[in-house]
């Protein structure tokens, strides 16, 4: 191996590690955040805070930001996991717990397997996959068939749902593409996009422009989302899937739940019922079945 190999495996495990973190915590923020602003203008107002933020930090960067054909395409594949996905998910944090929404958004690995296997034909699934997920859909029913105490909305499910293919399907689009951009100009390009196409919702949504100051809270949770989950999880976002494999970076969506789980109960005060809670292990359970052959495949690699 390398020297410069050697050097990149501590720098992107820590990348790996700091997204993991982020996006574990942005559920809590996002609750936290539309609690009491209306979900489609905390969206707005994080986007284009966002983008100026981006925007000046591509400036100190003296980092181009093109828009070529190719570069206004990987731009619009990335707003695909930004205004595609998060749309969605603001608003399934009206009807689920931070702790839910990260346990479903856990799927996204399984769902970019089915993509593969299916529609792109790039991998086969095998036996100890399909069980790992069958148990983590049992997993996730036995979870909902206790919704009175886990807050479980059949609305925020579809929404969750809709969310992941989003977010599956702009990791493949950019990787397709495969533009030569910098992550810096690729999330910048991506902010834009979905800035400009968050303002197709205000005539929509203009009778619940927000009138009050919200409380502190709620500014964490824009903050957060703002900073954190817009501009430094997207340069580890798309640092990452031009170095590592769409599946190894949706596992990042593995190690989440957990951590939302407990900052949820601790910081949001989230009942998590023993039902749900054996719910939930049968989830990770299937989840680490499906993916047992990487692992196992990676291990043997190396020895």
Known sequence: MSNIMKASLP?????????????????LAI???????????????????ACIIALGLLALMRNPLPFDATSMQSYVAGSLNLIGAQLFIYLAANYLTSGLMALIFGFSPLIAGLIGHVILKTHKLIWIQWLGMAIAVGGLSFVFADSADTQVNPWGVVLMLISMVSYISSIFWVKQINAPLKPMSQATGSLLVSALASLLLIP????????????????????????????????????????????????????????????????????????????ISIVMLGIVLYFFKEWREQYLAKS
Do not use: D, K
């Open 11 to 27: 720098l992107t495990a820590s990348i790996y590690a700091l997204l993991v973190l982020i996006w574990a915590t942005t559920p």
């Open 204 to 279: 929509f949504i203009w009778q619940h422009f927000p009138t009050q100051m919200p409380s502190t809270h709620a500014w964490i949770g824009f903050g957060f989302t703002m900073i954190m989950s817009s501009i430094v999880a997207m340069l580890c976002y798309f640092w990452l899937i031009r170095r590592l494999a769409a599946s190894t970076v949706s596992l990042s969506n593995v190690m989440t739940p957990i951590i939302a789980l407990i900052l949820g109960a601790t910081l949001n005060n989230e009942h998590i019922s023993s039902h749900a809670f054996i719910g």
């Open 31 to 49: 609750v936290w955040s539309v609690a009491e602003v209306h979900p489609m203008w905390v969206l707005i107002i994080r986007y284009f805070g």
